[in-house]
C-alpha cells in the first residue's frame, strides 16, 4: 500500500467522521472469564481464547499469558501498525523494523510484601528500530506522528478516565 491508496482508503472514513463526530465514537470490548482450574483468566481476544494466569515472579507457572505482558504487547501491536501507517502517509520507505516495549515491575507491590512499593509499572520504554534511506527528518517526523497516533500509547501516557464495579450474576 502507498500514501495515495491509504489516503483514498481513509478519505471517505475520515468525511463521515467531520460530518457525524458520532459515528467515530466506538466502544472496543474485552471479556474474560474466571471459570477455569487454577487461577487463571480466559480472555476473548475476538481470534481465540488466551488464558492468562499469574506471572513465575508471583507463583505462577509460567504457563499462562501474563497481563503485563500482554499489555506490552498491546503497546507493540499498536506501535507497529501506527509507525507502518505513518510511514505510508508520510512517504518514509521501511525496509525493515522493530518495535520494542520493555517495563519494569517491583512485584512486592502486586503480592503486598511492602504497602509502600507501588503497584504496577513503575516505567515503560517503547523503542523502534527501522531500516530506511529517509533522512534524519523524516525519522523524527515519523516518530512524532506514531507517538501522537499511537492509541495503546497515548492510552497508557495520559492515563484515561476509568471506573471499576462489581455486581453479583
Same mark, same amino acid.
Not at 507517538?147 to 495503546?152: G, L, N, S, W
Given at each position: 500500500?502507498?500514501?495515495?491508496?491509504?489516503?483514498? @482508503?481513509?478519505?471517505?472514513?475520515?468525511e463521515?467522521? !467531520?460530518?457525524?463526530? !458520532?459515528?467515530?465514537?466506538?466502544?472496543?470490548?474485552? !471479556?474474560?472469564?474466571? $471459570?477455569?482450574?487454577?487461577?487463571?483468566c480466559?480472555? =476473548?481476544?475476538?481470534?481465540?481464547?488466551?488464558?492468562a494466569g499469574?506471572?513465575p515472579?508471583t507463583?505462577?507457572? +509460567?504457563?499462562?499469558?501474563c497481563?503485563?505482558? @500482554?499489555?506490552? =504487547?498491546?503497546?507493540?501491536?499498536?506501535?507497529g501498525?501506527?509507525?507502518?501507517?505513518?510511514?505510508?502517509? %508520510?512517504?518514509v520507505?521501511?525496509?525493515?523494523?522493530n518495535?520494542?516495549?520493555?517495563? $519494569?515491575? $517491583?512485584f512486592?507491590?502486586?503480592?503486598?510484601v511492602? !504497602?509502600?512499593?507501588?503497584?504496577?509499572?513503575? =516505567? %515503560?520504554?517503547?523503542?523502534?528500530?527501522?531500516?530506511?534511506?529517509a533522512?534524519?527528518?523524516?525519522?523524527? /517526523?515519523? /516518530?512524532?506522528?506514531t =507517538?501522537r497516533?499511537?492509541?495503546?500509547?497515548?492510552? %497508557?501516557?495520559? +492515563?484515561?478516565?476509568?471506573?471499576?464495579?462489581?455486581?453479583? @450474576?
Amino acid at each position: 500500500m502507498d500514501a495515495a491508496q491509504l489516503r483514498q @482508503m481513509q478519505a471517505p472514513i475520515k468525511e463521515r467522521y !467531520k460530518t457525524d463526530p !458520532k459515528t467515530a465514537l466506538i466502544t472496543l470490548k474485552a !471479556k474474560g472469564s474466571t $471459570d477455569s482450574d487454577g487461577i487463571a483468566c480466559k480472555v =476473548e481476544t475476538g481470534r481465540a481464547i488466551a488464558m492468562a494466569g499469574l506471572h513465575p515472579a508471583t507463583g505462577g507457572s +509460567g504457563l499462562e499469558l501474563c497481563s503485563g505482558d @500482554m499489555l506490552l =504487547e498491546a503497546l507493540v501491536a499498536c506501535a507497529g501498525v501506527t509507525l507502518k501507517s505513518v510511514a505510508t502517509a %508520510i512517504e518514509v520507505p521501511l525496509k525493515t523494523g522493530n518495535v520494542y516495549a520493555e517495563g $519494569d515491575l $517491583d512485584f512486592r507491590g502486586t503480592l503486598g510484601v511492602d !504497602k509502600e512499593t507501588p503497584v504496577g509499572f513503575a =516505567e %515503560i520504554r517503547l523503542r523502534f528500530e527501522v531500516d530506511t534511506p529517509a533522512p534524519q527528518d523524516k525519522l523524527d /517526523l515519523l /516518530l512524532k506522528l506514531t =507517538e501522537r497516533y499511537c492509541v495503546v500509547y497515548q492510552t %497508557i501516557k495520559n +492515563g484515561p478516565k476509568i471506573s471499576v464495579s462489581m455486581q453479583r @450474576m
